[in-house]
Every structure is written in structure tokens, then in C-alpha cells.
């Protein structure tokens, strides 16, 4: 899926995405990544949903998102509540949902200037 490409003020757009990749600026990812209006970090270390766990989603509260998209691959799956609990525990919103869903939301929510985090994982 091709989304529309519109950096006017410099951020990180998720320009399409795929069963296997997610590309940011052009950029191919074919493994997990976290993509935030400022930074990519192509190596978020969380190749399937089984892997994910709160240190992970701990490490993300550095970049102070006021909400966190995780995709969760090729299809909606949700992770166990004890996962989430560092995100609710900071207060910050999340929303979980299929990676090309996220991919979809973070165009919307990049659009409206929004602090977002995507967590995506690819594959």
C-alpha cells in the first residue's frame, strides 16, 4: 500500500507498506522498527509479538509519545496486559492494531502534529 508523502515540516512519513517491509521517507524496513516524527530506529529488537515484552515497550518512554501505535504484524494480536503496563503506568495512550493499520493511523496522526511512536513490527 502506497500512502501519500507530505513532509512540509521535516517529519518522518511512513510512505508505504507491505505483508513484508514498511518504507519511511522512500526507505525499505524489512524488519521491526520504531518510527517517530524525529528519529527511525530500524532496530527495534522484536521480530514477532511473542517476543515483545515490557522492557521493550519501557524503552519507548524515553520519547515521551503522547500515544504509541503497535502493530502487531500481518494480523491483529494482543499482547498479554502485563506487556502494556509500563505504557499505562506513564499514562500514555496506546492503541494496538495490525502493523498496516498503524502504518495508516501514524499518517493521520503525524498529520495532525501529534507526538505519536509507531512500534512496528514487520513480517
Given amino acids: 500500500m502506497k500512502l ?15 505483508a513484508d517491509f514498511v518504507a519511511v521517507n522512500g526507505v525499505r524496513h524489512e524488519a521491526s522498527l520504531i518510527v517517530t516524527p524525529e528519529r527511525v530506529d530500524p532496530d ?4 514477532d509479538l ?17 500515544i504509541v501505535l503497535l502493530g502487531t504484524g500481518r494480523r491483529l494480536k494482543f499482547p498479554p496486559f502485563s506487556v502494556l503496563r509500563p505504557l499505562i503506568e506513564a499514562g500514555i495512550g496506546y492503541e494496538i492494531m495490525d502493523t498496516g493499520a498503524a502504518c495508516r493511523t501514524y499518517a493521520v496522526l503525524i498529520a495532525e502534529r501529534r507526538r505519536v511512536l509507531a512500534a512496528l513490527i514487520v513480517g
Fill in 4 to 18: 501519500q508523502l507530505d513532509r512540509t515540516d521535516g517529519s518522518n512519513q511512513i510512505t508505504s507498506c507491505g
Fill in 44 to 47: 527495534w529488537p522484536v521480530p
Fill in 50 to 66: 511473542a517476543s515483545l515484552g515490557a522492557e521493550h515497550l519501557s524503552a519507548l518512554l524515553a520519547s515521551k509519545p503522547e
